[in-house]
């Protein structure tokens, strides 16, 4: 089983950058993926961004395309999402999370491990 502990959350100003970590430990299915979700106050889960392992591809919710870049470690081992130009409406608390066995990352059903979560505070 898969833990995931997220870090690098915090407050900035409209048009700040923050890097999101996300430290993995236990078992990691490297033929598939991770995701960076979202959760805004109010609002349902969303997948901002994934990364495929063995294609070496990435995804982005176009709300975040050309903003936000996510990347792995060579080991596999953390998982990052670099944020760029951030506006209030990227005020959310963000998770890491591993697919079920199948998964593909794409939606919110693929996922079943799931960090604890790292707030992040945008002030305009």
């Known amino acids: 089983q898969v833990q995931l502990v997220e870090s690098g959350g915090g407050s900035v100003q409209a048009g700040g950058s923050l890097r999101l970590s996300c430290t993995a430990s236990g078992y990691i299915d490297i033929s598939a993926c991770m995701g960076w979700l979202r959760q805004a106050p109010g609002r349902g889960r969303e997948v901002v961004a994934r990364?495929?392992?063995?294609?070496?591809?990435?995804y982005y919710a176009a709300s975040v395309k050309g903003r936000f870049h996510i990347g792995v470690d060579n080991a596999r081992t953390t998982l990052f999402l670099q944020m760029f130009n951030l506006t209030s409406d990227d005020t959310a608390t963000y998770y890491c999370a591993a697919p079920r066995r199948g998964g593909l990352c794409r939606e919110l059903p693929d996922y079943a491990a799931w960090g604890q979560g790292t707030q992040v505070t945008v002030s305009s």
């Open positions: 990364h495929y392992f063995m294609e070496k591809t990435s």
